[in-house]
């Protein structure tokens, strides 16, 4: 079973689109987060949902807007797409323990080039 | 600010031989420190982490050293192997108002057969 899941894998489109990546986390982790790779590898957080409520907005342009239904799912809608916006965006999930942050374990990633 | 970097960007060693890696941290209350390794076109996954009460935690051939007076951490590989070729990451939490984990710049290593 695949433990955090986002789809779609790929996506390519032009300029102005709007496109959305799915993620879903099937193991029981009340924190939920999307990172951004670029082309030099640095993943850099972008928003993190605790039991559904955004705790973390890293200064990210109002064209993405994440949005979590429920604590197993975290979406990543983003509007008139950009050249810049090509990266591969890893979801990803943690459970916040006792003495902090827990292990994060993320999703396959989605590679979305921008034309 | 929230910086964490890490040195260095490429490592190039022979199989066998060990391999470190160096991050230093801004934040003096940070308290988690794990490493990823990327394998190409792969996702990230974590192979050891330690906490700030922690000096050094092993597992097998992977080793990692924290200085918490001097806010930095290093990643220690030894007898290193083809597979053990990938991109890897240091990371620390940072605590504004949540607690998040912030990534190094990456290391590229790769072992030479």
């Known amino acids: 079973d695949t433990a955090v899941s986002q789809t779609p894998k790929y996506l390519v489109t032009q300029m102005g689109n709007d496109k959305s990546i799915k993620c879903e986390q099937n193991?029981?982790?009340?924190?939920m987060y999307w990172y951004k790779q670029d082309s030099k590898k640095f993943l850099k957080i972008m928003f993190s949902y605790n039991n559904k409520e955004l705790i973390i907005n890293e200064t990210v342009p109002n064209r993405f807007s994440p949005k979590s239904p429920d604590k197993a799912h975290l979406n990543l809608h983003i509007n008139s797409l950009e050249l810049g916006d090509s990266a591969v965006y890893f979801c990803?999930?943690?459970?916040?323990?006792?003495?902090?942050?827990?292990?994060?374990?993320f999703g396959e990633g989605s590679r979305l080039t921008v034309l | 600010g929230e910086n964490v970097e890490q040195h260095p960007s490429t490592l190039s060693v022979q199989e066998g031989d060990s391999a470190v890696i160096k991050c230093t941290y801004s934040?003096?209350?940070?308290?988690?420190f794990p490493w990823y390794k990327q394998e190409l076109g792969k996702r990230p996954q974590l192979i050891i982490d330690?906490?700030?009460?922690?000096g050094e935690k092993k597992d097998q051939r992977i080793a990692v050293t924290l200085n918490k007076t001097a806010k930095h951490f290093s990643l220690h590989i030894t007898e290193t192997q083809p597979e053990d070729s990938a991109v890897y990451f240091c990371a620390a939490t940072f605590i504004q108002g949540a607690q998040k984990l912030v990534f190094g710049q990456g290391t590229r290593l790769t072992i030479n057969p």
């Open positions: 934040d003096s209350a940070s308290n988690y």
């Open positions: 990803a999930s943690s459970q916040i323990l006792a003495g902090g942050t827990g292990e994060l374990f």
């Open positions: 193991l029981g982790h009340d924190t």
């Open positions: 330690i906490r700030s009460n922690v």
